[in-house]
């Protein structure tokens, strides 16, 4: 069972001690105001962890508190790691980012998009473009989730969703012939939008690799990197690990039992959400990513697409807030863009955080986070379990705290 602890002290990397211990007042306050149940929290500097503190509880009705090896549900922190393990396959040749979706998935040959009407009724015009695999990297393909419940092919989404993934009657390969029936929100590459974009490339894996993705992620990712935690569902042993999901109720929080169904095995591998980690294992993964792709002599990606995939990639260097939908998003829209998998920062003054430009991350429906810095050699992540449509403020506080404890530009690398 893999720990995580602190490796050297924060003075010697450039962080003011005292400073830190900010993170964990305020973290400790949004549990004390009923914002979260309890909270994991990893910082490191020129990968060593600085700063690694939990506190409160994993399961408010049994009194569990969270622990160093707790588990956590990070569904969208799933999406990086279905990113890597596609951008895995292009090293190898095996696509371009201009390839036709269909050149893998047949059934995305011939698309719709909507131009009005309900959903039971939907008018719809012919695709003019391709939907490309660039497209599905960097949600920009015209797909959508149908939890935003802001436009008629949501709630498309929503009668496909609750048909099939609930009673475990589909799996990315059926998804996605489901998907690909119904209308596109817009022309593939014209917009950016939140979606089950990375379920459909995780399709692409399985097609290309002929394994599931589970398995890929299992041989390929995980296993180099010493994810031993990091899976498909709990199995059978560490099901008392992980915390309980919760969800914003009048008041406070309440448990959301009816959410955990099924997740000892789920049915489902979703690429863009179904992954159980620990902070262990996803710290592995965010100095896979910090170092250029490999760590402890096991290479994943070159760093030259690693850098690739942490630009933005949304055309004429815009930022969400111009080139995608307000909709719901694990980032601020203003001054942040988009790369293959990742959102990306472009202008700190417009998202009103401090940082670096080019820091790059993403977060999870249950209120996890983590970041990585590659001017300051930083990483971080927080970890909680509260479901929400409105991403907790403490994520942007988070940044501010981080940033105003470094307090030596460069530290000791």
């Known amino acids: 069972m893999a720990d995580i602890k602190i490796e050297t002290d924060p003075g010697d990397v450039g962080f003011d001690p005292e400073r830190l211990t900010r993170v964990d007042t305020y973290l400790q306050r949004c549990v004390d105001d009923g914002l979260v149940p309890g909270w994991q929290f990893v910082l490191t500097r020129h990968g060593h962890i600085v700063h690694a503190s939990v506190a409160g509880l994993r399961d408010r009705e049994q009194a569990l508190p969270v622990e160093a090896d707790s588990l956590y549900r990070i569904y969208s922190m799933t999406k990086p790691i279905t990113s890597v393990a596609a951008m895995m396959l292009y090293e190898r040749g095996a696509f371009q980012l201009t390839d036709p979706v269909s050149n893998f998935l047949p059934e995305f040959g011939e698309l719709r998009v909507y131009a009005g009407g309900s959903d039971l009724a939907p008018a719809t015009v012919a695709a003019t473009v391709p939907m490309r695999m660039v497209h599905l990297l960097t949600h920009t393909a015209g797909l959508t989730y149908g939890f935003f419940r802001q436009h008629p092919v949501d709630a498309m989404y929503r009668a496909l969703e609750a048909e099939a993934l609930p009673a475990g009657q589909s799996d990315l390969a059926g ?53 031993s935690d990091t899976s498909f569902g709990t199995g059978d042993i560490r099901g008392d690990r992980l915390a309980r999901l919760y969800t914003q109720a009048p008041g406070g929080i309440a448990p959301a039992d009816d959410a955990a169904a099924g997740v000892d095995r789920p049915a489902f591998q979703s690429g863009s959400g179904g992954l159980i980690s620990s902070a262990h294992d996803y710290h592995r993964f965010t100095q896979m990513l910090l170092r250029g792709g490999e760590l402890d002599g096991r290479r994943l990606l070159g760093p030259r697409t690693v850098a690739f995939m942490t630009v933005n990639h949304l055309p004429g260097n815009a930022d969400l807030e111009h080139y995608g939908r307000p909709l719901y998003s694990e980032t601020p829209m203003r001054g942040v863009g988009f790369g293959l998998g990742f959102s990306v920062d472009l202008d700190p003054i417009a998202t009103g955080r401090p940082g670096s430009i080019g820091s790059y991350g993403w977060g999870g429906a249950a209120s996890t986070l983590f970041w990585v810095d590659p001017v300051e050699h930083l990483t971080a992540m927080f970890f909680t379990q509260v479901l929400t449509l409105s991403p907790l403020p403490l994520r942007g506080t988070l940044r501010q705290l981080v940033y105003q404890a470094l307090v030596d530009g460069s530290g000791r690398g």
């Open 175 to 227: 998804l996605c012939e489901r998907i690909a029936y119904l209308p596109l929100l817009f022309q593939p590459g014209s917009e950016w939008a939140y979606s089950r974009a990375t379920d459909v490339l995780g399709r692409v894996v399985e097609v290309i690799s002929g394994q599931t993705l589970g398995e890929f992620f299992a041989d390929q990712v995980f296993g180099p990197l010493g994810m």
